[in-house]
Each structure stands twice: as structure tokens, then as C-alpha cells.
Nanobody, 114 residues
Framework: QVQLVESGGGLVQAGGSLRLSCAAS????????MGWYRQAPGKQRELVAI???????NYGDSVKGRFTISRDNAKNTVYLQMNSLKPEDTAVYYC????????WGQGTQVTVSS
């Protein structure tokens, strides 16, 4: 059973920064992609950013140029650096790891105040 442990959420003012971390319980190389999705109240879960085992990245349109995803394979950890945060970034952020199936973390709350 794979476990994904997230950390780094919290409350920040608009324009501020946060960094999320997600540590996997097995080698990151066993996943095709790792990444982040988010879900705001009353909205569907949406892609934030993903990174492949080869290091290629893909971002949701609303975060391009502000968020950066990276991974440390030695630590089986993926990071999400979030800069220039906006109130509309407020959501629960979920770590995802994908191989033959999807694995999800428990979610971490990010709240951006105006």
C-alpha cells in the first residue's frame, strides 16, 4: 500500500508564497507521474501541476508562471513552490502519484487571504 504524506499548507496573504511537500512511501521512479491537484468548495478537483519520472512538467493554466513543481528522487518527494498567491488559489491541495492506478494523499489546506 502506497502512502503519500503531504505538508506545507497554511494561511498566507495574497502575494505571498508557500511550499508544499509530498513524500511517497516507495521509490518515486515506480510512478509514471507525481503531482498536485486541488479542490475548492463547490468546485471539481482540478490539475495544478504534474511531473513525470523523466522530469517533464505540466501545469494548469491558472497557475502557469506562478507555481513550480519539482522532485527529489532520492527522498521520494515532490514539491510545489507557490508564489504570487491569490485568493482564488484557496483550496485543499492533494498529492497524486500515478502508476497502474492513482494514489492520493489526505490533502492539505491552503488559504490565501485578500
Amino acid at each position: 500500500q502506497v502512502q503519500l504524506v503531504e505538508s506545507g499548507g497554511g494561511l498566507v496573504q495574497a502575494g505571498g508564497s508557500l511550499r508544499l511537500s509530498c513524500a511517497a512511501s516507495r521509490s518515486a521512479f515506480t510512478f509514471n507521474t507525481m503531482g498536485w491537484y486541488r479542490q475548492a468548495p463547490g468546485k471539481q478537483r482540478e490539475l495544478v501541476a504534474i511531473i513525470t519520472s523523466g522530469g517533464s512538467t505540466n501545469y494548469g493554466d491558472s497557475v502557469k508562471g506562478r507555481f513550480t513543481i519539482s522532485r527529489d528522487n532520492a527522498k521520494n518527494t515532490v514539491y510545489l513552490q507557490m508564489n504570487s498567491l491569490k485568493p482564488e488559489d484557496t483550496a485543499v491541495y492533494y498529492c497524486n502519484a500515478r502508476s497502474v492506478r492513482d494514489y492520493w494523499g489526505q490533502g492539505t489546506q491552503v488559504t490565501v487571504s485578500s
